[in-house]
């Protein structure tokens, strides 16, 4: 899948920082500097691959060296060190010519300074000093930056660099994806709605329109070998019911292997499934539940009804997570102030890796196809922490992140014969909802076990978009 084979290091450009003016009438100090440099690149190569020119960057002529290479590797962010005192002319022209997240590490060699300190010590340990005139102007030219301070022994500080850069890894992982829309927009889901060209240029991520007969097509090309396997293998790792009539568990299964084959050949990283064009479609018949969980298990987040934005907010989740969810809104239980979460009968496998014979394959409980029903699942979700993401466009024309962290109750899911969960939020449910009607969320949303909001918070501003916490 063209998610799995994308590199997701990071590669960090270092700029430590300096003054060259000092080295004229200073120059025994610069040789101390380079050395407090080279400390501070060491610390950074835990979280990545650290790329620098092996000098202080101390000048334009510096910087300039240093964005030349930092564009040659493809740096994914830009880390300023505060070796010593520096002046923002020497790096921000080239910030600008090379748009790159900005690290700005507010640090020295010592913890703490002591009372007698001397001159030459003070040299090395001033290099805060310049950190406003630095942020003054990336604030001014509207650079996406973050002000990490503290100590290189700081647990603060290594918190700190790590949920920057796994926002950084979301970023990269996100940009230059592709979502595959099979079918069309659910009619009258008018909130999903939203401009390809904006989200092109905000996410770096584009739609490809996947045609009925691409799929139809597909699915006659699955070899019958290729489908008995997956079924024999699919009925020896879960539970499979037995009351499918006819063809209709062995058409699911066909079905999931086209699907596949698409994503592949389309070379898609996430895709949303408008299913009534396959189960009302006479050469498949079926549902595409079992396809859809199937594809969330390798990594490939599939959104239902044409949602995209749901889907890029299921990537996102994919990248921070490993295993995010497709779900919506689907009961109030105002006695418990909780709310039933589901949507019809797909779930991520990827969650059951553990467990799979807690998964049952059912016929899907409403939808009747051409062929049949075809294969849904019933899962109890584990319970714990868990956020929720809503991607959507503003009415000013940009876009904004919605997010929502509550807890999945240990509740056990109703017999509806599709996957739900209960789910209690931080705010009682007419608040939640009157909060979440007032930022403009869509319906569906993606979903992911922990608490993703400082990676999130770091990823919106880094993206540009608007951050609103429910």
């Known amino acids: 899948m063209a998610a799995n084979k994308r590199d997701n290091e990071v590669?960090?450009?270092?700029?430590?920082?300096?003054?060259?003016?000092?080295?004229?009438?200073?120059?025994?100090h610069k040789e101390p500097a380079l050395s407090a440099a080279r400390r501070y690149k060491e610390y950074l190569s835990q979280f990545g691959t650290v790329y620098e020119t092996g000098s202080l960057i101390d000048s334009p002529?510096?910087?300039?060296?240093?964005?030349?290479?930092?564009?040659?590797?493809?740096?994914?962010?830009?880390?300023?060190?505060?070796?010593?005192?520096?002046?923002?002319?020497?790096?921000?022209?080239?910030?600008?010519?090379?748009?790159?997240?900005?690290?700005?590490w507010n640090t020295q060699v010592s913890s703490m300074i002591p009372d007698d300190m001397n001159f030459d010590q003070w040299m090395l340990e001033h290099g805060v000093t310049g950190v406003p005139g630095l942020t003054n102007l990336l604030e001014r030219e509207s650079l996406p930056y973050f002000l990490i301070s503290g100590h290189y022994g700081s647990e603060s500080v290594a918190?700190?660099?790590?949920?920057?850069?796994?926002?950084?890894?979301?970023?990269k992982s996100v940009w230059g994806s592709r979502i595959g829309v099979f079918g069309h927009l659910y009619p009258g889901m008018i909130d999903f709605g939203y401009d390809p060209a904006l989200m092109y240029t905000t996410f770096g991520v584009c739609t490809m329109p996947i045609l009925d007969s691409t799929v139809v097509a597909a699915y006659e090309a699955v070899k019958a070998e290729d489908a008995a396997a997956m079924e024999e293998d699919l009925r020896r790792k879960y539970n499979v019911a037995s009351d499918f009539h006819a063809e209709e568990f062995s058409r699911s299964v066909r079905l999931a292997l086209a699907m596949k084959r698409v994503v592949e050949e389309k070379r898609l990283d996430a895709v949303s499934v408008y299913c009534q064009s396959m189960w009302q479609q006479p050469q498949i018949g079926v549902v595409s539940c079992l396809g859809n969980s199937l594809l969330a298990q390798a990594g490939i987040f599939c959104s239902c009804e044409g949602d995209v934005p749901t889907a890029l907010s299921g990537m996102i989740l994919n990248s921070l997570s490993g295993q995010a969810v497709f779900t919506e809104i689907w009961c109030n239980d105002f006695a418990n102030d909780c709310f039933?979460?589901?949507?019809?009968?797909?779930?991520?496998?990827?969650?059951?890796?553990?467990?799979?014979?807690?998964?049952?394959?059912?016929?899907?409980p409403w939808w009747v196809g051409c062929h049949g029903r075809g294969a849904s699942l019933q899962v109890t979700m584990p319970c714990g922490k868990a956020t929720m993401l809503s991607l959507n466009p503003t009415r000013d024309g940009h876009w904004r992140m919605i997010v929502t962290v509550g807890e999945i109750t240990d509740r056990a899911p109703v017999p509806l014969g599709a996957p739900n969960f209960f789910m209690k939020m931080q705010?009682?449910?007419?608040?939640?909802?009157?909060?979440?009607?007032?930022?403009?969320?869509?319906?569906?949303?993606?979903?992911?076990?922990?608490?993703?909001?400082?990676?999130?918070?770091?990823?919106?501003?880094m993206l540009g978009v608007e951050y609103e916490c429910v």
């Open 61 to 104: 002529a510096r910087s300039r060296e240093a964005r030349l290479h930092f564009q040659a590797v493809d740096v994914d962010v830009v880390v300023l060190a505060t070796v010593t005192y520096s002046t923002p002319d020497d790096v921000v022209l080239d910030l600008k010519r090379f748009s790159r997240p900005v690290i700005v």
């Open 340 to 364: 039933m979460m589901g949507h019809s009968g797909q779930m991520n496998l990827g969650l059951f890796e553990r467990d799979p014979e807690s998964v049952r394959l059912t016929r899907h």
């Open 427 to 461: 705010k009682p449910i007419p608040e939640f909802l009157e909060s979440l009607g007032r930022m403009g969320s869509a319906h569906h949303f993606a979903l992911a076990y922990g608490d993703c909001t400082p990676h999130l918070m770091a990823l919106a501003r």
């Open 159 to 171: 918190q700190a660099f790590s949920t920057v850069l796994k926002a950084v890894q979301a970023f």
């Open 11 to 28: 590669k960090i450009g270092y700029m430590p920082l300096a003054h060259d003016t000092y080295w004229r009438f200073f120059p025994e």
